[in-house]
Nanobody
Framework: QVQLVESGGGSVQAGGSLRLSCATS????????MGWFRQAQGKEREFVAS????????QYAASVKGRFTISRDNAKNTLDLQMTNLNTEDTAVYYC?????????????????????WGQGTQVTVSS
């Protein structure tokens, strides 16, 4: 069982920055690929960014590439998302997720789907 708790959400003006964090439980965190997803009101949840177990690979959605940075600290069991140059379209509930497939870990993958565990989410609101 993996428990994920997001923090760091809030309200910010367009052009501003926020840093989201995800605290995880369990000793296997360092074996999992991790990801961030978001869901805007009235829309489906979408992929934002992912990172392989050893940070060797990352992937980003085209809409956030160059503005968001995903990182992890396996010693602290934490996952972060640094968000800069935010715009109103970034307004959403942000979720961290764990991808526990050992096959993905073997391939050092940073998948965009197939995540097994999810946090409760943290709200990010960007105003113009």
């Amino acid at each position: 069982q993996v428990q994920l708790v997001e923090s760091g959400g809030g309200s910010v003006q367009a052009g501003g920055s926020l840093r989201l964090s995800c605290a995880t439980s369990g000793r296997s965190f360092s074996r999992y690929a991790m990801g961030w997803f978001r869901q805007a009101q009235g829309k489906e949840r979408e992929f934002v960014a992912s990172i392989s177990w050893n940070s060797g690979k990352t992937q980003y959605a085209a809409s956030v590439k160059g503005r968001f940075t995903i990182s992890r600290d396996n010693a602290k069991n934490t996952l972060d998302l640094q968000m800069t140059n935010l715009n109103t379209e970034d307004t959403a509930v942000y979720y961290c997720a764990a991808h526990t497939s050992p096959y993905t870990a073997l391939l050092n993958g940073a998948p965009v789907e197939g995540y097994d565990y999810w946090g409760q989410g943290t709200q990010v609101t960007v105003s113009s």
